[in-house]
């Protein structure tokens, strides 16, 4: 059976908090154990901090938007913005020497430490971005694909 | 988030509770920390003994006050990570990074 459920949001701090917390409640809700929802939480909160922060720029104007669905064992997280846009092929990698002492850019490299698979799709404007997570499998190496 | 310091031996503890994240969190430890260098406090032991929570952005703001510390020819170390902290810290890497330690008077006693 496929569930979905989707919200709208304001590009605030307030949301990314209730991006937070909502994740957590559709893990538990999807059947992961505590450690997963946490993780699967995290996840979403970096992602909604790019859409907020990087993507709409905290442009009151702009929304970002979230949706989860739980199909065949799998929670499918959606999180779309309507910024400038990402190029996923060009993110720094935050654990190369010259990287590491640097004061942000671990958000998407945490995003694949914890979720299945991660994708990207340029919505021109913006970036969506697709977070998969199995039900009863650890996230060892996350798969990503540029659409 | 909350920061409050305390004088030990010489080195400035700071006991730090709640959520270290974007906002509130991260600010409330890059003005700690800022504030402590301003008045020439060179040897700083975070204590994150109550730190639920932290993001990349509390993680990036750990090793901005590491390194503005050092800068100042100062030391800035960690104390008592919780489970969380500890896995973000060494799938980032930075696990090697910090000086670490799970006891008060231990660490104290590395500060030079």
Redesign the interface.
């Known amino acids: 059976m496929t569930k979905r459920v989707s919200y709208s949001l304001e590009s605030t701090l307030e949301s990314v908090n209730k991006a937070e917390s909502t994740a957590v409640e559709a893990a538990a809700g999807a059947g992961f154990n505590e450690d997963d929802q946490g993780n699967i939480a995290m996840a979403v909160r970096e992602a909604a901090v790019n859409a907020v922060l990087h993507g709409n720029a905290y442009d009151p104007n702009k929304k970002f938007f979230l949706a989860f669905e739980t199909r065949d064992g799998s929670l499918v997280i959606t999180i779309a913005d309507q910024g400038k846009g990402l190029d996923p092929e060009h993110i720094p990698d935050p654990l190369a020497p010259e990287n590491l002492m640097k004061g942000s850019g671990r958000g998407i490299f945490l995003i694949r430490a914890f979720m299945d698979e991660v994708k990207f799709r340029n919505t021109e404007p913006g970036t969506e971005i697709t977070l998969i997570k199995h039900v009863g499998r650890k996230a060892a190496n996350a798969k990503e694909e540029s659409q | 988030m909350k920061a409050s310091s305390r004088q030990v031996s010489g080195v400035t503890v700071v006991d730090m509770s709640g959520r270290i ?3 509130e969190g991260s600010v409330v430890l890059r003005d700690t920390v800022r504030d402590l260098v301003a008045k020439g406090e060179k040897k700083i032991l975070l204590n994150l003994g109550d730190v639920t929570y932290i ?3 509390g ?3 750990l ?2 006050a ?2 503005s510390v050092r800068n100042q020819q100062g030391q800035l170390k960690l104390l008592k990570l919780t489970k ?1 902290v500890h896995d ?1 810290l060494q ?4 696990y090697t ?1 910090f000086d670490i330690y799970d006891d008060e008077a231990a660490a104290l006693g590395t500060f030079k």
């Open positions: 994240t974007l906002g993001d990349s952005s993680i990036g703001e090793v901005s590491f390194t969380k973000l799938i980032t890497k930075l990074v």
